[in-house]
């Protein structure tokens, strides 16, 4: 089945310590996205990337990066400049010129203790 | 700038009754427009989306919505609201295909029974 994976489900790390979300989609989509979301709180843009070896900020990007080596890869590092990483975060997809309908992964919940 | 409104942080309706979830964009260009949805601790997943033609768009679990120019929205509603419908909504908008979405700031459904 074709979809996108996000691991770990629950990540748990000390505060300080650099932590790296991974995201894995097999749908052949050209573009990939990490958002992230806070209780009561929408989506909110941290990275996006249309291509390979290239990426743009989004809206919060400061404190955290990303690399996208592979078309089907995109990892998010939360370093420990974040100063607030705790949330739920989120990985997603999408076909360039075709509408930008995107493809959601589960999520992952980072806590920061 | 062009943004999503959901009108509504919390709406709360009975089994069995209507559901009606606004949205509203702020363009003179019509986008693209999604509905999704969001269970807890899982990540979104498409409801149904406008692109061209048909301005009544059917989608899954017995949503719909109408896509109004004159009006920039594009509310969900569901005839019949089920247990399993509480979730959280949000309404996303692109006017561009491959340019980012654009989303409200969700809107959270309970069903009382």
């Known amino acids: 089945d074709g979809g996108i994976t996000q691991s770990p489900k629950y990540l748990f790390r000390k505060e300080g310590q650099n932590v790296t979300l991974s995201c894995e989609q097999n749908?052949?989509?050209?573009?990939m996205y990490w958002y992230r979301q806070d209780p009561g709180q929408g989506l909110r843009l941290i990275y996006y990337?249309?291509?390979?070896?290239?990426?743009q900020k989004g809206d919060i990007a400061e404190g955290y990066s990303v690399s996208r080596e592979k078309k089907e890869s995109f990892p998010l590092t939360v370093t420990s400049a974040q100063k607030n990483p705790t949330a739920f975060y989120l990985c997603?997809?999408?076909?360039?010129?075709?509408?930008?309908?995107?493809?959601f992964g589960p999520g992952t919940r980072l806590t920061v203790l | 700038a062009q943004s999503v409104t959901q009108l509504g942080s919390h709406v709360s309706v009975s089994e069995g009754a209507l559901v009606l979830l606004r949205c509203n964009y702020s363009?003179?260009?019509?986008?693209?427009l999604f509905w999704y949805v969001q269970y807890p601790n899982q990540g979104l997943q498409l409801l149904l989306k406008y692109t061209t033609g048909a301005t009544l768009v059917k989608g899954i679990n017995g949503f719909e919505a109408e896509f109004k120019k004159s009006e920039t929205s594009f509310h969900l509603t569901k005839p019949s609201a089920h247990m399993s419908d509480a979730a959280e909504y949000f309404c996303?908008?692109?006017?561009?295909?491959?340019?980012?979405?654009?989303f409200g700031e969700g809107t959270q459904l309970t069903v009382n029974p």
């Open positions: 997603a997809s999408s076909i360039l010129g075709y509408y930008n309908e995107q493809f």
């Open positions: 363009s003179s260009v019509p986008p693209y």
């Open positions: 996303a908008a692109s006017w561009t295909s491959g340019s980012r979405l654009t």
């Open positions: 749908l052949n989509h050209d573009a």
């Open positions: 990337s249309q291509i390979v070896n290239d990426f």
